[in-house]
């Protein structure tokens, strides 16, 4: 257990706090609400002075729910089973698919763990999320953009139902705006992705943008490197071209505002694109904000990124 709640009801995240200052707080389980030690393993973790399963009554009804209609469906199915370091929700013997239903939070630095875990063991894991609200935008937790870069795609409990989101295209640091599809049976046991189309709104995303532009501008870049060249250029939000609200699905694998990081290379390029002043402009952005980036995914990026602008210049 890597999470638990203070005295006041904070969450609190055992990565971000020293042995010793965990040991001096008064620790509840987020679920159960008994009182949590500090251990220190081989990584520290909380553990309940008694007994508790550690999940929440929605976590265990949706396991036993789809437990249930793989057993109808004639597949056969363990409920916490362990396999090699990991322990999953379910597990199908017959196809080795582990299912995790994630309802409590979890770091992208977590899920990576695990995944690397399974990936050294062979194993194929379906994680299970749950939308926040409902429709085709909704805020990404720490684990679930990890799952999209890694997988392309994300299953969540939406509407009383698992649905499939894909094509994540981002509009705030933390938010997506996705396709989603149905989620058959033989769609969530295949190994391999089935082909789905992306499915976009541009009347959609137009509101997305209007709502941006209209909002009181704090960005989160350094004003050094945004808002001050902006005002030097003489550009306001209102006034920025549209090819600067970009839906590029490649800017999720940054820890930075899209439409942020479009507007300083906009800045920087003077609004002239080509694709080496685009790849230039992009590797000096991630360095000056101190972002790792790998070659390949630039690629993707400046690729993605000059079709969006030449769909943006035939459109407006």
């Not at 990584?43 to 309940?48: M, S």
């Not at 036993?64 to 363990?78: F, H, P, T, W, Y």
Request: charged share 25%; hydrophobic share 40%; aromatic share 12%.
């Amino acid at each position: 257990m890597f999470e638990a709640i203070d005295g006041s009801g904070k969450r609190i995240l055992i990565h971000r706090f020293s042995v010793h200052e965990l040991k001096a707080m008064s620790l509840r389980c987020p679920y159960c609400l008994k009182p949590l030690r500090v251990r220190q393993g081989r990584r520290p973790h909380f553990a309940h002075i008694s007994a508790c399963s550690g999940e929440s009554s929605l976590h265990v009804s949706w396991k036993r729910r789809i437990a249930d209609s793989l057993m109808n469906a004639g597949v056969r199915v363990e409920t916490e089973w362990t396999i090699g370091q990991r322990r999953f929700d379910l597990w199908i013997p017959e196809k080795e698919i582990g299912i995790e239903i994630q309802r409590s939070p979890m770091s992208a630095d977590e899920w990576i763990r695990r995944a690397r875990l399974d990936a050294k063991q062979g194993q194929t894991v379906r994680w299970i999320g749950f939308h926040p609200s409902h429709g085709v935008t909704f805020r990404l937790q720490g684990w679930m953009r990890q799952a999209f870069l890694e997988n392309e795609y994300l299953d969540l409990i939406v509407d009383n139902q698992i649905r499939r989101f894909r094509h994540p295209l981002p509009f705030a640091k933390h938010y997506v705006y996705c396709t989603v599809q149905s989620l058959s049976l033989s769609d969530f046991l295949s190994t391999e992705l089935p082909s789905f189309p992306r499915k976009f709104s541009m009347a959609r995303w137009q509101g997305i943008v209007l709502r941006y532009r209209h909002r009181p501008f704090y960005p989160s870049l350094p004003p050094r490197m945004l808002k001050l060249p902006l005002y030097e250029a003489g550009f306001h939000l209102l006034n920025l071209p549209s090819s600067v609200f970009l839906p590029i699905s490649h800017l999720l694998s940054y820890p930075v505002h899209p439409f942020e990081f479009q507007m300083a290379v906009f800045l920087r390029l003077k609004g002239v694109y080509s694709s080496t002043a685009l790849e230039q402009a992009v590797f000096h952005l991630l360095h000056r904000l101190d972002i790792p980036f790998e070659r390949p995914i630039i690629d993707l990026l400046i690729t993605e990124w000059l079709e969006r602008i030449e769909e943006a210049n035939r459109l407006f």
